[in-house]
């Protein structure tokens, strides 16, 4: 048995609270980042890969999400993708360039998937695969979701947005 002598245990809460503090810290300097930069012009890194593997995946080519997060944060950081970079870390993966939003599409019908952010917040945006476009309406699906959060009632993570919601957005297609 291991016994911990009393000045052990308070270093070791000393080095968690000191952890803590900076982690505080870390987080606030991020949303000090985020809030100083245009409207959804931070896209966090884990739902980017997440949408680059599952787009590779649907055109049948496999690239795991952690590869993919890797080489991300290696890039840009942990965090966040800056939303002036975004087509270029889908062009490191994807073959496809940005598009303006158009007036009708249909996954199931299009050779190519359309890859957006949309708005969450003032100041953040989130990576989803545009499923099909009908006037104002964007209906999404979020691979992140649809694997950390799957709900019962939504198995797949279908979303509806507006036009006005979308950021980015990103036409890929399988070959050139």
Known sequence: MVSISLQ?????KSIVLKKEDKAR???????????????AETIATVCVSYVISEVLS???????????????????GYQCVPGNVLYDVLDNYLIGNQ?????AYDALSSANQ???????????????????????????RDPQKA?????????HSWYLYSKSEIVHLYEASASN
């Open 8 to 12: 052990e245990r308070l270093r070791w």
């Open 25 to 39: 810290k870390t987080a606030s300097d991020i949303l000090d980042t985020m809030s100083a930069t245009s409207p």
């Open 58 to 76: 649907n055109f049948g080519s496999f690239f795991p999400k952690q590869d993919v997060n890797n080489w991300i944060v290696q890039q840009y």
């Open 99 to 103: 598009n303006s939003i158009p007036t």
């Open 114 to 140: 359309m890859v957006a952010t949309v708005r969450l917040g003032s100041n953040i945006g989130h990576a989803v695969i545009i499923l099909n476009i009908d006037d104002d309406n964007v209906m999404v």
């Open 147 to 155: 694997d950390l959060e799957p709900l019962p009632t939504n198995p």
